[in-house]
Antibody, heavy 118, light 106 residues
Framework: VQLVESGGGLVKPGGSLRLSCAASGFAFSDFYMNWIRQAPGKGLEWVSYISPSSKTIYYPDSIKGRFTISRDNAKNSLYLQMNNLGAEDTAVYYC????????????WGQGALVTVSS | DIQMTQSPSTLSASVGDRVTITCRASQTISTWLAWYQQKPGKAPKLLIYRASSLESGVPSRFSGSGSGTEFTLTISSLQPDDFATYYCQQYNSYRTFGQGTKVEMK
């Protein structure tokens, strides 16, 4: 199992960024997938999840309306579109696989750093 | 939303010590709780799921217990590789992490 994030970088406040996560080594289309972030020196914050068919998507209230999770099962890829970014969104963003039945994060990517600064 | 509170925030210990970290949920979560270990610059690693089930490949010195709202992670004999930050995470209702407990060298 391998998860590789890309698309991180420096963006100005109010700007947008799209993260990607390339999955390999497992049947991507069978698994819920997640984005989790970690601000510098801070704890982990769950950002979103998406079901295998994309029919079920969830965001916590702190994220709702600005971020959009999506997936392309044909490309074994997960995405996070982030709009209207603020300094509080500066973080390492991880994609993580959800284990079926026990919905724990059993595999994680290495993370992509997003820095929001003018 | 379910809130998760870990204690202590920082724990100073020596190699060989028995270490216990507590995690409390703001409402009952049955045993839908996981523990992760994170080292600086690395992604978290799953240690325990369903409150007390040891993830494959994780040393048996790690154990978890609890149900309802109170949970513990115990390291029976702390090893040099165990100095890290530990997070609990509930998955009874969506997902929430605790704020983390840093285990540092005394």
């Amino acid at each position: 199992v391998q998860l590789v994030e890309s698309g991180g970088g420096l963006v100005k406040p109010g700007g947008s960024l799209r993260l990607s996560c390339a999955a390999s080594g497992f049947a991507f289309s069978d698994f819920y997938m997640n984005w989790i972030r970690q601000a510098p020196g801070k704890g982990l914050e769950w950002v979103s999840y998406i079901s295998p068919s994309s029919k079920t998507i969830y965001y916590p209230d702190s994220i709702k309306g600005r971020f959009t999770i999506s997936r392309d099962n044909a490309k074994n890829s997960l995405y996070l579109q982030m709009n209207n970014l603020g300094a509080e969104d500066t973080a390492v963003y991880y994609c993580a696989r959800d284990r079926p039945i026990n919905s724990v994060f059993d595999y994680w990517g290495q993370g992509a750093l997003v820095t929001v600064s003018s | 939303d379910i809130q998760m509170t870990q204690s202590p925030s920082t724990l100073s210990a020596s190699v060989g010590d028995r270490v216990t970290i507590t995690c409390r949920a703001s409402q009952t979560i049955s045993t839908w709780l996981a523990w992760y270990q994170q080292k600086p610059g690395k992604a978290p690693k799953l240690l325990i799921y369903r409150a007390s089930s040891l993830e494959s490949g994780v040393p048996s010195r790690f154990s978890g217990s609890g149900s309802g709202t109170e949970f513990t992670l115990t390291i029976s004999s702390l090893q040099p590789d165990d100095f890290a930050t530990y997070y609990c995470q509930q998955y009874n209702s969506y997902r929430t992490f605790g704020q983390g407990t840093k285990v540092e060298m005394k």
